[in-house]
Every structure is written in C-alpha cells, then in structure tokens.
C-alpha cells in the first residue's frame, strides 16, 4: 500500500493544464456502511494509482447504499456515518473525495454530499430537490437543502450536486452565478427502458442553462426490484456527450479537463472514451441478468430453482438465471402432469442440457390425485373448472418451495407482465417463489428477448432457447388442448392496451379512442383492477418500464372506481 503523503495538489494541477476527475461508478450494498466504506478507500486509492486523479467522485448515498428506505430511520444512522466519514478522512488521501450520505443536523436529515480531501473536510452540499413520484419517497426522509457548493479545484471553480437537482434548473442557475466552470452531479438513478437517452437530453438542456461542462456520476447494481445501470458520462459546455461509461458493470472511468484559456471562462472536456451503444433489448436483458445476480448474491443464496415448463417465459427465465449466476448455481425442474406434451418434455430436457443445469423431471400425478382425493367431499356434486386447474399450479408450487428450503436456493418464478396485468396466474402456484424475473416484461418484449439472447447476447450465438419454444403457441397446459388466446386477446393488442392503462393511466374512453374494440378494452381493464389482491402477494420483480407493478404503481385492491372517462 503506497504511502499517501499531503502535497499541495491544486498548484500541480494548474500547472499541468488539466483535472483528473474519475467517475466511480460502484455497485454498493445497502445497509452495509462498512462494506461501502471500504468500497469507497479501496477505488479512491486505485483511481490515485492508475489515473492520478485530483477528484474521485462517488455516486449519490454511496455510504449507505440507495435507496436505504426507513434505515434512515435508524437511531444509530448517524454516528455509523460519521464513523465512516472520520475513517475516510484518515486516509489523507491526496485527491478530493465526493462521497453522498445521508447528513443529519439539529434533528434534520438531508440528502448530502461531502468532499474531503487529505485527511480534511472541504465542503458539504445538501440536495435541494427531492423526488417524490414513481420508485421515489424521498420526502418521507429528507428535508431540502438551498444553498449552492461551489469549491475551487486547481484553479477552477467546480459546482456540486445531487441526482434530481439536475431535473430542475435552479441549482444550475445557482452555480453559474457563482462563477462555476465545471459541474459534477452524483447519482442513484434506476434504470427504465431509454432511460440513457433522457439522461443525456437533460444534460444536453443543463448544460446550456449553465454554460459549462458536467460530469454525471451514477451507480450501478441491483437493489429489490431497482437496476441501477451505470452510464456515467461527461457533456460539454454545448451540451454534447464526450465521455460515456459502459453499462451495468463497475468501473473507474477517468475524465480529463482541460482550464480554460481565459480566466472565468468554462472548463472544456475533450473527446474521450465513449461506451458502444446498447440496443433496447441489449439494456432489458442486462438489467434483468444484473437485477437476478445482485438479488441472489447479496441476499446470500446459494443458488436458484425454477419450474421449466416448455415455454418461453420459463425458457427465458432459464437463459437468464444462468447467465446471472452460471449453470453451476442453477436447478431446472419440469413437473409433468395429463396435459402436458410431449413437445413440452422435449423442448425443456433439450434447453436445460444444452445450458448445463442441474434438470430433474417430478411428475405431479401423484401429488395431485392426493389433493383430489382429500377434497372429495367439498367437490361433490360440482364440475371440474378453473379449481381443478389451480390445483396443478399448486401442486408445483408447493414441490419448489420443498426444493428451495431443503437446497437453501431461490425460487424464481416466470410469470410476464401482461400475465400478472391481468391475473393470468394461480396465487400460491405459480406465483410462489421469491423473485419474478420477468415481472416488468411484457408478453411481446419476451419473444424479442428470447431471439436476442439467441442471436446477439454472446460473442458466440448460440440457440440456448429451443426455436420450437419461441414458435409454439403459449399454453399454461392445465387442461385439454389449453392455448393462451382461449382466454386472452392477441399478446400484441393486450400488451398495447396494458401500455396505455398501466404505464399511461389512460381511461377506458380514451384507449378505445385508439382503435381498440371496446368490450376487449373494458374486459381487459376489469381484470386488471380485479386482480391488485394478486399482485399485492406477488414475489418482487426488476423494474424495466416507467411503472412496474411494485413500487411504482400503488393502487387499492378494495375500490369501486368505475371503468370509463
């Protein structure tokens, strides 16, 4: 370990004409302030090493992880994070440090930032906007800060805040009458779908308002149901995008620049490194192999077991689960019953082999005959139906939970969203496990994802999901000649209705306004609202849309708001 002795670094750096600012972008534990502190010294040391960085900045709540939720709650919050804070200053490392944490004073909480440099506390910045809609509460915590943190690094005067600020124009207004030349913005932003590409329409907008460059820091990881993917990067003072870390992995990215060459005038930030671009399917389905493998590990299991069924989404779930993890830490199980086909056993032996998982076969004739023979007497005298069906459901529900606490792995469970949208599963069945992977997946989106993970996911394509799987028609198999569209409208007109209500809150009215056929809009709609007690008990899932069921969408299961207007 290199000895970090205290130099006046600010005379160096306006020598050499240039900062070296190294965006962090980490994979923090929430919770774990130990963890992340140490996190925090380890990379600013190697930033000092391999980059010789004047400042090293961390993204948003870096100490405690994001979002801690009521941990902030906590009586022993704040002197676990001046502990921190005092192990950190310590160090004397000779940079500036930018680490956020949650900042208490006088019984106030603020969402802050803290920047240290060799061995000293040089400023602090509280965030003044604080979201408060979709995955967001932070108002529940936190109270405003108002003033700007302007700090002059090497010569220049450096301006500092904190995620949602950058969706509001007063801190940058703020720092720009203060004379600033560069700004750098910390981070806990989750990832949706083309969210990269907003982030970068706002830093575009931003840094026009302030007339200097940005550097935008965000972490990266999975948290519950949240990705978070990363996407640091550095604007120009025009706005355009000449730094930019790859998604979805840790990093330290170095950003140079330069001073101006007039006093006052804005830093510059050189053409740099820029990450290749990721397409829509390539965003959705690394979110959803970094939400499985951060869930799994950080919760400390062993590995996980899903029911293979022969379709697509248990197939796609598979592929997932085994590039999150590896094939080592996976188990298939296909539980066979009357319905199921021989197409079925073929199509899921063929993928779990091909993919290297541990697959075993568990008929459920047995276990169900049993279940049909206690409830003789409540089913006399009826028809078989819908219970008869959810029976089988369960029956492989209650095999995965007995495999999960006997192996200590995770049951995943593969319902889509256009299946929960509209309640298209058996509570206690197939909704029995601990995390649904494809939760926030529409029915239409799974096709896509399935032929990309074929085709383009590796440097070596290759058909880990069996193209029968992709071409056959969706069936749950819980009764004779059993197909989806039975019961359901086309996956393509269902998904683009789900769209509108769900993620648009779009009426009725409105959705027909579309072109839709009204009793399907009306039917869909109905079993949407009928179906939140499901929901509500569902298993978490990763968030890809801009409302997911979960955090986002937060409706009464007991109401009587009438369908229409």
């Known amino acids: 370990m290199p000895d970090y002795a205290f130099k006046d670094n600010s005379k160096e750096i306006g020598m050499g004409q240039q900062i070296n600012v190294v965006m962090a972008q980490l994979n923090f534990l929430v919770g774990d302030i130990d963890f992340n502190t140490s996190l925090i010294i380890e990379k600013a040391k190697l930033a000092i090493e391999e980059y010789s960085a004047d400042v090293i900045a961390f993204p948003e709540l870096a100490l405690t992880g994001y979002p801690p939720e009521d941990l902030l709650l906590r009586a022993s919050l704040s002197i676990r994070t001046e502990k921190a804070l005092q192990r950190i200053r310590n160090e004397k490392l000779p940079a500036h440090l930018v680490i956020g944490y949650p900042e208490r004073e006088s019984g106030k909480l603020y969402n802050s930032l803290a920047i240290i440099g060799y061995g000293e506390s040089l400023a602090n910045y509280r965030k003044q906007h604080l979201p408060n809609y979709q995955v967001f509460d932070e108002q529940r915590y936190f109270e405003t800060g108002g003033e700007a943190c302007v700090l002059e690094i090497g010569g220049q005067k450096v301006a500092f805040t904190i995620c949602e600020d950058m969706w509001e124009h007063e801190p940058v207004l703020q720092a720009r009458a203060a004379g600033a030349q560069l700004m750098i913005n910390i981070n806990a932003s989750p990832f949706h779908m083309n969210k990269l590409s907003d982030r970068q329409e ?74 290749a671009p990721l397409s829509l399917e390539a965003q959705v389905y690394h979110s959803l192999v970094l939400g499985v493998r951060d869930y799994v590990n950080k919760n400390g299991f062993k590995g996980v077991v899903l029911g293979l069924s022969g379709g697509i989404d248990s197939g796609l779930t598979l592929a997932i689960a085994a590039d999150a993890l590896g094939a080592e830490r996976v188990q298939a199980v296909m539980m066979p019953f009357t319905y199921t086909s021989q197409l079925s056993l073929d199509v899921a032996a063929e993928q779990a082999n091909k993919i290297g998982v541990d697959y075993q076969s568990i008929s459920i004739e047995g276990v169900y005959s049993a279940f049909i023979e206690a409830l003789e007497d409540q089913f006399a005298d009826t028809e078989a139906d819908v219970s008869e069906q959810n029976i089988q459901a369960r029956c492989r529900g209650v095999l995965l939970m007995a495999i999960s606490n006997k192996k200590g792995l995770l049951v995943l469970t593969t319902g889509n969203k256009s299946e929960i949208a509209v309640g298209y599963s058996t509570l206690y069945g197939d909704m029995a496990g601990g995390f649904d992977v494809l939760k926030d997946v529409s029915k239409t989106m799974v096709y896509s994802l399935a032929t990309y993970r074929n085709s383009e996911y590796s440097q070596t394509p290759d058909e880990v999901i069996p193209q029968r799987v992709i071409d056959r028609p969706p069936s749950a198999e819980l009764a004779p000649d059993q197909v989806d569209q039975d019961s359901l409208p086309p996956y393509d007109v269902l998904d683009r209705i789900l769209e509108l209500y769900v993620e648009q809150d779009q009426s009725a009215t409105s959705i027909i306004a579309h072109g839709f056929d009204e009793q399907i809009v009306r039917r869909v709609l109905r079993l949407v609202d009928l179906n939140e007690y499901k929901r509500r008990q569902s298993p978490v899932g990763v968030r890809l849309t801009q409302r997911g069921f979960g955090r986002d969408r937060r409706y009464p299961i007991t109401n009587a708001w009438p369908i229409g207007d």
């Open 202 to 275: 706002l830093l575009r907008a931003r840094s026009a308002e302030g007339g200097f460059p940005i550097i935008y820091v965000n972490m990266v990881g999975g948290q519950d149901e949240l990705v978070f993917d990363g996407g640091s990067m550095a604007v120009s003072a025009e706005g355009e995008c000449h730094c930019l870390a790859p998604g979805y992995v840790e990093t330290l990215l170095p950003v140079v620049v330069h001073e101006p060459a007039e006093s006052g005038a804005p830093c510059t930030i050189p053409m740099q490194h820029i990450a």
